[in-house]
């Protein structure tokens, strides 16, 4: 009984340690990816939003000559701005070579993207990878056997562009207010707490319906607790999002039928700054205290802190306890 106490011990020791290196391995990683970044300020010095990759890759598998036959498969393949294919070679003596059949046009080639025009061949087990950064309709060939059909398509759509973008709150009885969050420049500020749990709302407009694969947060602290799609109109619930950062939400694999593609959507948290500037101040203050007693509505509802529908000492309290608060970078 002890003895196998203390095996079960060990294992569990073992898993423990386990658990440790890969959670820093990917500590690790994400530290990295940290001290790499960059900031950026425009004319005015202001600090530009730290826009992320407008995709998250995938990687998209092609086998070449598969069963000793003159195919690339399957075929054709459509992706998105900033996917990669990757070639694998099943049978001898074949390219992978861009351009429209059977000349090669030296947009990328196997082995290695260079001398695209020599058709290099090559054999079972190589691998060639191509990331696609611009939307089109790429044809490719193999430059031993295009003349007998071996010959591809790569589509390469571009995600469908958002109209527009706002964190939404319901203040009390008040009504509805949107914080507008702008898809370029600046970040927009959302001012108002998120609650016990820190919850917000992000609201996505699309130009026509659209299909929704997935919501996903993919900087800052939080999660999203659940997505919606309503004809062009996307949802997404998010949870435990902290003050005092920059979050991105990222739709994945959003169809409106002729793009098809992943979508950020930036926003800034920092509670208490009424007045949108990124910074918490006695000018937020002061703005909080102009706008107690009246009633809330779209000219004042940033001042309803607390989003409960009226704007009282409750609200300039929690503005003044955010006083010296910034945006970070
Ligand atoms: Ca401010
Ligand atoms: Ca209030
Ligand atoms: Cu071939």
């Given at each position: 009984m002890k003895r196998s106490n203390a095996i079960g011990r060990r294992i569990c020791w073992l898993v423990i340690m386990a658990g440790l290196a890969i959670f820093s391995a990917?500590?690790?990683?994400?530290?990295?990816?940290?001290?790499?970044?960059?900031?950026?300020?425009?004319?005015?010095?202001?600090?530009?939003?730290?826009?992320?990759?407008?995709?998250i890759s995938q990687i998209y598998d092609v086998t070449v000559g598969p069963n000793g036959m003159f195919v690339f498969s399957p075929d054709p393949v459509t992706i998105s701005v900033g996917d990669t294919v990757?070639?694998?070679?099943?049978?001898?003596?074949?390219?992978?070579?861009?351009?429209?059949?059977?000349?090669?046009?030296?947009?990328?080639?196997?082995?290695?993207?260079?001398?695209?025009?020599?058709?290099?061949?090559?054999?079972?087990?190589t691998v060639y990878e191509h990331t696609f950064t611009q939307a089109g309709t790429y044809s490719y060939h193999c430059a031993a056997h295009c003349a007998i059909g071996m010959r591809g398509t790569i589509n390469v759509e571009s995600a469908p562009m958002a109209q527009s973008a706002f964190s939404r709150k319901v203040h009390g009885g008040a009504g509805t207010f949107d914080v507008p969050l702008p898809l370029t420049g600046n970040v927009g500020v959302e001012c108002r707490s998120g609650g016990a749990t820190n919850d917000y709302q992000m609201i996505i407009d699309f130009a026509t319906?659209?299909?929704?694969?997935?919501?996903?947060?993919?900087?800052?602290?939080?999660?999203?607790?659940?997505?919606?799609?309503?004809?062009?109109?996307?949802?997404?619930?998010?949870?435990?999002?902290?003050?005092?950062?920059?979050?991105?939400?990222?739709?994945?694999?959003?169809?409106?039928?002729?793009?098809m593609g992943n979508v950020p959507?930036?926003?800034?948290?920092?509670?208490?700054?009424?007045?949108?500037?990124?910074?918490?101040?006695?000018?937020?203050?002061?703005?909080?205290?102009?706008?107690?007693?009246?009633?809330v509505s779209g000219s004042?509802?940033?001042?309803?802190?607390?989003?409960?529908?009226?704007?009282?000492s409750v609200d300039v309290a929690q503005v003044k306890s955010t006083v010296g608060t910034a945006l970070p970078p």
């Open positions: 990917s500590g690790f990683a994400a530290g990295s990816a940290a001290a790499t970044a960059i900031t950026i300020v425009d004319q005015n010095g202001r600090v530009v939003p730290n826009t992320p990759p407008s995709t990757r070639w694998t070679w099943a049978s001898n003596n074949h390219s992978v070579t861009s351009g429209p059949p059977c000349t090669a046009d030296g947009q990328f080639c196997s082995p290695n993207d260079t001398n695209c025009s020599a058709g290099t061949l090559s054999n079972i087990g319906s659209v299909t929704v694969g997935g919501a996903v947060l993919t900087s800052g602290t939080g999660s999203v607790s659940s997505f919606s799609v309503s004809g062009s109109e996307v949802t997404a619930n998010l949870t435990g999002v902290t003050n005092v950062q920059r979050i991105t939400v990222t739709l994945m694999n959003v169809n409106d039928g002729t793009h959507v930036s926003m800034g948290v920092l509670v208490g700054d009424v007045n949108g500037n990124a910074t918490v101040s006695a000018a937020d203050v002061a703005l909080t205290k102009s706008q107690v007693g009246a009633t004042n509802f940033r001042e309803d802190v607390n989003a409960n529908g009226v704007i009282n």
